[in-house]
């Protein structure tokens, strides 16, 4: 199993940036999918997740700016991040999870390599 993230870089505060997370090696339309974050200095949090039937959750600081979708065409999950701040700066990882439900990292099978987002003041 491998989940590729992709689409980190360097964008002012108030911009936007579209991650994405290409799995292979599972089924992936079977996986609830989530992306988490780790900021320098902090621990790695949870950030959002969709369900296997599409139903998303977000954590508090990223409802109403960030939209997480999944193609299970393409077997990719996406984590759309617009009003970005300089607090959303960390390395962006997406995750996979046998069953839906929960935010809490082990409970996710399996982990991409991450994407690092900077935000610039």
């Excluded at 999950?77 to 990292?105: F, H, I």
């Amino acid at each position: 199993v491998q989940l590729q993230a992709s689409g980190g870089g360097l964008v002012q505060a108030g911009g936007s940036l579209r991650l994405s997370c290409k799995a292979s090696g599972l089924s992936f339309s079977s996986y609830a999918m989530g992306w988490f974050r780790q900021a320098p200095g902090k621990e790695r949090e949870f950030v959002a997740y969709i369900s296997t039937s599409d139903s998303p959750w977000y954590v508090d600081p990223a409802k109403g700016r960030f939209t997480i979708a999944r193609d299970n065409a393409k077997n990719t999950v996406y984590l759309q991040m617009n009003s970005l701040k300089p607090e959303d700066t960390a390395v962006y990882y997406c995750a996979a999870r046998w069953v839906d439900g929960g935010t809490a990292e082990h409970e996710y099978t399996y982990w991409g390599q991450g994407t690092l987002v900077t935000v610039s003041s």
